[in-house]
Structures are given as structure tokens and as C-alpha cells.
């Protein structure tokens, strides 16, 4: 009889492997997948695009508008979004990163146009700049106690002076010692993307792959336990402050060769606020202590997707800070809800 049942058993093929069986990886996948932060972003980007590809057809698909989307669009929102990730993991936020956009270009004519600095150099002093502001972030709001809102607004607002100032609130030529190794870094077709993905499986691998990482998830979820447990909290957000100006600077600089000029109006608060906005819709919460760099990432292309697909179907961008600010307050939403079923112990 019970060999009768097996035969029978093995030849239906439903604990053995069959349709039944067969289906389980798939629902086991598809269950791991849903459980991953950044997975609803990742259906909304892939919607999205496809919507766009449909209702534009060639001209959304074309090789350049998918330049402009994921160079020219996409890429600086991610670049800095990266970098305010980890700022907001740890509890703080940079508002003034979008004016390091603005004046970085023109740090570096200034000094290869009036002081004579070779155009390397001068590239170099320029990404300096945003660690020399990063630094006066950290310095404000670390030692001195300012909260970062506070800090790096007045340090944005100084920034913007600056540029208007120096520059008379005229736009610049590229200096020539720089159009070399300019077109490698954001003037040439893809470059600007290429960079945003290499630098996104840098920071993934460093948040996730290393102390440094490991202590900025801690100084954000508990401050006072992360100093006892030995963490340096302050040196963190330091090095976040620095990381998130000099990347951009890195923008600001890559969008005067992308553009093949030094605009003042250039930069401003809507890189900050699309690279945050980013950040949160892609799984970082803003009140500290968790976050995703592919969230940020795939919340980038959502972003850009937006931007450009809108503009190719001749739709007024009027509208579109109603969606971006929609967007903040349902992600905002979703984070907190699952943060409680987290603590809750549920799935």
C-alpha cells in the first residue's frame, strides 16, 4: 500500500518538484523581494519608465534623450543624494550642498583664469572646497551645538553670496586647462551616469560593508549607546558633513562641462531638495538611523524619470513639485508605518 502511495506521489510530482513544488522559489523570491526597502521604488522607477517608452514611444527611447535622462537628469540627484543619505542615517541634513554646486565651478576659474593654478590642481582645489565647507558644517553643528538645519542653511546663504559677488552674477567660460579631463567627468555622453554608479557601489559597500558605515547607523539610532559602545559620533558626522559638500562640488563641476559654461544660477536649493527627496521615496528616514543607497539610487531615476519624461510629453513642470511633494509625504508615511510593524516584531 504505501509503495502503491509513493508511486502515486511521485507521479502527481507535487512534493516531489511539480507545479506545486516549482512554485514555492518563485513566491519565496518574490516574498524576499517584497521584503526589501528598495523594492517598491524599484517597481515604480521600472512603471515609470515604461509608461514614458509607451506613450512617447522613440522619442522618450532615444539615445539622447536617454543621455539627458540618466546623465543629465538623473546623475547629479543621485551623486548628492548619496551623500545626504548618509547624513540623514546619522541625524543630520546639508541644506547649503546645492550653493557648493554654484561656486565650485567658479572656485576653479578663478583660480586657473586669474591666478594661474594648472587645470588639475584646480580641480582638485575645487573638490577641496567641498571638504573645507563640509568641515565648517561639522564644525557648527557638532562642536558648537547649532543644529545642521540651522548651520548649513546660513553656510548655503554665504555660499550664494559669494558666487553673486565674485562672479557679478555673470555666467563664466570653462577654462581650457580643464576641458580634457572635464570631458571624461561629466562632459562626455554616459560619464556622469558611469561616475553615479561607481560611486553608488562605493557608498553601498561602505555603508553596509564596513565600520564606518556600521557607526553612522549607529550614531543615528541611538546616539547616547553608540558614544558608550566607544563610537566617535562626532568624527561620523564630521566626515558625512565633508563627504556630502565634496560630492557637490563634484556635480557643480561636472554640470559646467555637461553645460559648457559656469552659470551663477547654477546649483541652489534643488539639487539639496531633489536629492533629499530621493533619498526619503528610495527608504531613508530622516529621522535617523536607517537608510538605503539603492533606495537613493533607484529614487534618483524615479526623479529624473519624472523630469524628463514630462518634459518630452509637453506637460507643464509646474505641477511636478505637487508630485515631488507627495511623494515625500507617502514615503514619509510608508517609513514610519513600517518602522512600527519592525519594532512590533511583525513582517
Known amino acids: 500500500m504505501s509503495d502503491t502511495v509513493e508511486q502515486s506521489v511521485g507521479q502527481t510530482g507535487a512534493p516531489l518538484g511539480g507545479p506545486a513544488g516549482s512554485a514555492n522559489p518563485l513566491l519565496r523570491g518574490l516574498r524576499a523581494f517584497a521584503r526589501q526597502r528598495e523594492a517598491t521604488v524599484f517597481v515604480v522607477a521600472v512603471a515609470l519608465f515604461l509608461y514614458f517608452a509607451i506613450d512617447q514611444g522613440s522619442t522618450f527611447t532615444s539615445k539622447a534623450n536617454l543621455v539627458t535622462l540618466f546623465s543629465d537628469d538623473a546623475a547629479p540627484i543621485i551623486i548628492i543624494a548619496l551623500g545626504e543619505v548618509m547624513l540623514l542615517i546619522c541625524g543630520e541634513i546639508d541644506l547649503s550642498v546645492g550653493f557648493v554646486v554654484g561656486f565650485a565651478p567658479f572656485f576653479m576659474h578663478y583660480l586657473t583664469d586669474f591666478y594661474g593654478v594648472p587645470g588639475l590642481l584646480a580641480i582638485f582645489l575645487a573638490l577641496l572646497l567641498g571638504v573645507v565647507v563640509g568641515w565648517i558644517n561639522g564644525f557648527f553643528t557638532v562642536t558648537v551645538g547649532v543644529p545642521s538645519f540651522i548651520t548649513t542653511l546660513g553656510t548655503g546663504f554665504i555660499l550664494l553670496g559669494l558666487t553673486l559677488t565674485t562672479s557679478h552674477a555673470y555666467p563664466a567660460n570653462i577654462p581650457t586647462n580643464t576641458i580634457g579631463i572635464g ?153 514610519v508605518r513600517l518602522a512600527r510593524l519592525r519594532a512590533a516584531g511583525r513582517n
Request: aromatic share 10%; charged share 5%.
Open 183 to 335: 570631458r571624461w567627468i561629466g562632459a562626455a555622453p554616459w560619464s556622469q551616469f558611469i561616475i553615479a554608479v561607481i560611486l553608488t557601489v562605493i557608498f553601498y559597500v561602505v555603508l553596509t560593508r564596513t565600520k564606518w558605515g556600521l557607526h553612522t547607523i549607529a550614531t543615528g539610532g541611538n546616539a547616547l549607546g553608540a558614544r558608550e559602545a566607544g563610537i566617535k559620533t562626532g568624527r561620523i558626522k564630521y566626515g558625512n558633513f565633508m563627504l556630502t559638500a565634496t560630492l557637490g562640488a563634484l556635480v557643480g563641476l561636472q554640470t559646467a562641462w555637461y553645460t559648457n559654461t559656469i552659470d551663477p544660477s547654477a546649483g541652489g536649493y534643488q539639487p539639496m531638495f531633489y536629492a533629499v527627496t530621493a533619498a526619503v521615496i528610495g527608504g531613508t528616514a530622516m529621522l535617523g538611523g536607517q537608510g538605503t543607497i539603492l533606495g537613493a539610487f533607484l529614487g534618483g531615476i524615479v526623479l529624473a524619470t519624472l523630469i524628463d519624461g514630462l518634459n518630452v510629453a509637453g506637460i507643464s513642470a509646474n505641477p511636478l513639485d505637487i508630485v515631488f511633494g507627495a511623494a515625500i509625504l507617502l514615503s514619509m508615511i510608508a517609513n
